[in-house]
């Protein structure tokens, strides 16, 4: 009987590991963010045990080992996603089977799944994001791979240096092909199949609540929510009001909207004036509904898109990329001059039983103005008059928040103002909403076109006065006027200066972010978004009568086959074997003549004589023959290959 | 064929058989040594005593007319001795150099290996730069310059083998072995030796052999012979019996060793045969045999490489 002996390893892998590790780490790089810390740790474990076991000579750990690890592996994934399909889920059981697998590496084959593992990897990472470093970090992964591949299959005491010369040959010979499918591979308005993206991960900007009880963090992120383009003019900073939905319902606490109306309201009553505002708007995926408009929207080129009933944008799909379209605005509007009272009613309502002293305060205040506008003065003035402080850092409210708020904290940000003033408002018998949208937008020097972050989130109110319709009201800048006139960033940017006593590192900063923010914006324009719309536009110019996806694809598989041959054909020039020597040609005609083949290593003087004893040949003949060759190849006597092609002919 | 080059070849043709008169039965090695002189080599000669390794080399420099000397080495054999010394002159009051024997033509280093290595290195420096520093000045060596170097087989006792990278200034290694029945008979029979090298005549001058050495240089060489080269060349890196292979110096005396071969057998350009020739005696002392075919004689490696590449 056989003992069954742990294999040691024999140390063959010590030269190709290295470049298989690094390869499956960069593959990794992407992913490290989004997974749960143990399967980056557990990566680096198994790497670092496996290179040690190349190292030492040790044996690789026992099946039991490894089949224990796997199950756990796996668990962990079930446990931390509760499910095992989507990008989140499916890179980490990538992760964690690159990880074991690497425990069971003996050999070369092992190494081509590791490396397959590694590519993988670097695919599923464009699934979770596709920024401007996308596509040099995609070419990096791959080179890098490639020289693993190399390394590992190729001749061993090939140098470093030509296994990466060759694995960029490599990937560079992929470059054209890579272009025409890029360019031609159809492009389907709606996702070609659904990939389940992280949901885990939330949904970024605004939501459709609004608490102001607890603390935000939306306004801390500098992510981009949306780019604009303006065709002609800029708005100016306090009508940079982005709608996004529509807030109605409050329990005492929360405000919130409906769910996205997904039908177009009737006969909404709008009446637009002013000049209008024509813009590109580059919208970011938020995976959710609501489209933001510069307020207020009258014409927009994004189908499936619809106008609700508090004149917001909602699309049928949910923004899960990103997206372009023009849109046209007008500064000056009026809506819904008229309201019916059970409307008017609905726009009334709050919980009487909570926030008690919010309502006093509005009723006396009312009292006091008279009319409903001259109340909305008074109550924006006694905001403005009173010790109410704009922070981002608001203690907690507890039960009656907005009296907490009014009379007791008094520091907050838009949605405490938003969610008081449009209570106050209520309270007196005014009808009165929140609006959830951004404000504010930065205008990018280098790139022409204005950026809106996440951090320009707002909130604010409309107030519905009889005959002019809803009127927006801002109540933070009755407390913080820099936060509308300059914006969020630039608000915050004045923070820090005076915090660090100068403002050049920050401004520098911020320069630097603009131009790399430029940089993503073009590439998203024609890389990113190259959608159907603009690759039909591209087809048409390319010459392309009646773009479809049929013929695009024809057009594909043509230039592909086109482009494989031409590089296969450039190859094999490159590589094609030496061109037969004439005389090499007459020579081998001659010893098929003689009848015995030459030997390796005879020279043709050795041949002769060996031919000489053997053949039916004369053995001048055969001399004469092996002398003319001789001279015609290696004497580069051209005067040879005749004689060589006559004697040829007398042994005929 | 020019005038010239036909007197070139009647000279060698003379100088071979005036060769062959003396060193019986040794046709191929007599070949082979013209060649390394005409490639500009230096020689070594590798074989027991009394094999005519000495006369050999003394013909050789009878025949081609070269100032000869001849250097024995043995154990307290000093660099001096070898480059010679600066002796004070009493009458001049002066120090006055004394050339030492290596200021010949053609230096004959006898069993060179029985020497220690201060002493070879002193040979084998004025080999590489043809020229002798002695007491910090530097004197050139006359022109052509030759060493042909004997040597015992390392295997025999009391000896300093030469290092490996030191056979690299050899252009080629002969080995003369032992003559055959009927050599062996005239050499009893006949002549003494030494009396026939004395009777014999230059067919050529210092100053022929130079130009015979140019000439040798511009032998034709196909681009499919430059290929066997490199084909030979790497499989001598790739075989399994050998530790170290041909380095590129080794090919380049590879292709000059052939080239002087192909100018002394006449042929238009360098043959399959010239490259065949030189391939033992250029390559058997630069190779590295790996420890397991340790038993394998160069020679035999040097065979079995060339039995495994095909000639292009």
């Given at each position: 009987?056989?003992l ?28 490290l ?10 990566f ?48 980490a ?29 670097v695919?599923?990472a464009?699934?979770?994001e ?7 970090y995609l ?6 791979t ?6 590992m299959?190729?001749?061993p005491?090939?140098?470093t240096?030509?296994?990466?010369a ?45 608490s102001?009880?607890d ?15 303006f ?28 769910e ?13 004036g ?31 898109t619809v ?16 997206i ?26 709050f ?6 002293q919010?309502?006093?305060?509005a ?6 103005a ?28 507890g ?53 809106v ?5 707002h ?9 002019r319709?809803?009127?927006r ?20 940017l ?8 100068g ?18 914006a ?13 690759q ?37 020039w490159?590589?094609r ?7 090499r040609?007459?020579?081998r ?26 053949s039916?040949?004369s053995a ?33 | ?15 071979v ?17 013209l ?12 074989d ?9 080399a ?57 020497a ?5 290195s ?18 050139t ?43 062996e ?51 001598t ?76």
């Amino acid at each position: 009987m056989k003992l069954a002996k742990p294999r040691r390893s024999d140390g063959s892998l010590l030269s190709s590991l290295p470049w298989t590790l690094a390869a499956l780490a960069f593959a990794l790089l992407p992913h490290l963010r989004y997974l749960p810390f143990w399967i980056g740790a557990s990566f680096l474990a198994c790497a670092g045990w496996r290179m040690l076991i190349e190292r030492r000579r040790m044996a690789l750990p026992p099946t039991w080992l490894r089949a224990t690890l796997a199950l756990g592996g796996f668990l962990g994934v079930l446990g931390t996603y509760q499910m095992i399909s989507g990008v989140g889920p499916g890179s980490a059981l990538l992760a964690i089977m690159a990880s074991l697998k690497l425990l069971e590496t003996r050999q070369r084959r092992d190494q081509f799944v590791l490396l397959f593992i590694a590519i993988f990897l670097v695919m599923s990472a464009l699934l979770r994001e596709q920024y401007l470093w996308s596509l040099p970090y995609l070419v990096a992964a791959l080179v890098l791979t490639m020289t693993a591949w190399l390394r590992m299959s190729g001749d061993p005491g090939e140098s470093t240096r030509a296994s990466f010369a060759i694995g960029t040959r490599l990937v560079a010979y992929a470059v054209p092909l890579a272009a025409v499918m890029w360019v031609f591979f159809p492009r389907i308005s709606v996702p070609f199949w659904a990939v389940p993206i992280d949901t885990g991960s939330g949904t970024t900007g605004l939501s459709n609540h609004m608490s102001p009880g607890d603390i935000s963090s939306l306004s801390q992120s500098g992510a981009v929510a949306f780019r604009v383009r303006f065709e002609d003019r800029v708005p100016a900073p306090r009508e940079r009001y982005w709608r996004a939905m529509v807030l109605y319902n409050f329990d005492g606490r929360n405000w919130s909207g409906n769910e996205p109306l997904l039908s177009q309201a009737r006969n909404l009553q709008i009446d637009v004036g002013g000049e209008p505002l024509r813009y590109e708007m580059i919208l970011e995926p938020n995976r959710q509904h609501w489209v933001p408009a510069l307020e207020l929207v009258q014409g927009w080129e994004l189908s499936n898109t619809v106008m609700g009933r508090t004149f917001e944008l909602t699309r049928v799909y949910p923004i899960d990329q990103r997206i372009s379209f023009t849109m046209t605005s007008y500064p000056t509007y009026r809506i819904e001059p008229e309201l019916s009272m059970s409307v008017q009613g609905w726009y009334l309502r709050f919980p009487h039983e909570q926030n008690p002293q919010t309502s006093t305060l509005a009723l006396a205040m009312f009292r006091q103005a008279g009319s409903p506008e001259r109340y909305v003065d008074a109550v924006l003035s006694y905001f403005h008059e009173q010790d109410f402080y704009y922070s981002l850092q608001p203690p907690a409210l507890g039960s009656n928040p907005v009296d907490r708020f009014l009379f007791d904290t008094r520091k907050g940000f838009c949605e405490h103002f938003a969610s008081a003033f449009t209570l106050m408002m209520r309270a007196a018998g005014v009808p009165a909403r929140v609006v959830l949208g951004y404000q504010g937008g930065e205008v990018n020097p280098l790139g022409g076109y204005m950026i809106v972050r996440q951090s320009d989130a707002h909130a604010w109110s409309e107030v519905w006065f009889q005959g002019r319709g809803w009127i927006r009201v801002d109540p933070t800048a009755a407390v913080a006027p820099e936060r509308i006139e300059l914006g969020y960033t630039d608000s915050l940017l004045d923070g820090a200066a005076t915090a660090w006593g100068g403002g050049t590192p920050s401004e520098f900063l911020h320069r630097i972010r603009l131009s790399l923010d430029a940089m993503n914006a073009r590439w998203n324009d024609w890389v990113l978004g190259y959608g159907p719309d603009r690759q039909t536009s591209v087809m048409e110019m390319l010459g392309m009568v009646n773009p479809g996806w049929r013929k695009m694809m024809l057009t594909l598989v043509t230039l592909v086959v086109t482009l494989t041959l031409i590089v296969s054909a450039l190859l094999m020039w490159r590589y094609r074997p030496p061109r037969p020597d004439r005389a090499r040609i007459l020579y081998r005609r001659f010893t098929k003549r003689v009848g015995i083949e030459p030997a390796l290593g005879e020279t043709p003087r050795n041949y002769a004589n060996r031919a000489q004893q053997v053949s039916a040949l004369s053995a001048t003949a055969i001399h004469a023959t092996t002398d003319a060759y001789l001279a015609a190849r290696y004497g580069g006597d051209a005067a040879a290959m005749l004689r060589l092609e006559k004697s040829l002919k007398t042994l005929r | 064929m020019s005038t010239e080059a036909v007197t070139q070849q009647a000279t060698l043709d003379a100088a071979v058989q005036q060769l062959g008169n003396i060193v019986l039965g040794k046709q191929a090695q007599i070949e082979l040594a013209l060649a390394c002189l005409l490639a500009r080599g230096h020689l070594l000669i590798e074989d027991l005593p009394g094999l005519g390794k000495t006369i050999l080399a003394q013909s050789l420099a009878r025949v081609l007319d070269l100032s000869f000397s001849r250097i024995q080495f043995t154990s307290d054999l000093l660099p001096a001795d070898i480059v010679g010394v600066s002796v004070f002159n009493k009458g001049s009051g002066e120090f006055e150099f004394q050339p030492g024997p290596v200021f010949a033509q053609l230096v004959l280093a006898d069993e060179v290996n029985r020497a220690t290595p201060k002493a070879q290195s002193a040979l084998l420096e004025a080999m590489e730069e043809q020229q002798v520093s002695v007491d910090g000045k530097t004197r050139t060596l006359p022109e052509p310059f030759f060493v042909v170097a004997t040597q015992n087989p390392a295997d025999q006792i009391g000896t300093f083998p030469l290092p490996e990278s030191q056979m690299d200034r050899f252009l080629m290694r002969l080995e003369l072995g032992y003559p055959n029945a009927a050599d062996e008979r005239e050499i009893i029979t006949g002549d003494d030796r030494r009396t026939m090298l004395t009777e014999m005549n230059a067919v050529t001058s210092p100053a022929t052999l130079l130009e015979l050495q140019r000439a040798a240089r511009r032998v034709h060489m196909s681009d499919a012979i430059v290929d066997y080269i490199q084909a030979l060349v790497r499989q001598t890196r790739e075989s399994a019996e050998i530790e170290v292979g041909l380095s590129p110096r080794g090919a380049q005396a590879l292709a000059l060793a052939a080239r002087a071969l192909a100018f002394l057998r006449k042929h238009p350009g360098v043959f399959p045969d010239d490259v065949q020739a030189v391939f033992p005696p250029v390559a058997g002392h630069r190779l590295k045999p790996a420890s397991a075919a340790n038993r394998r004689k160069p020679n035999e490696l040097c065979q079995h490489v060339l039995d495994s590449v095909a000639i292009p």
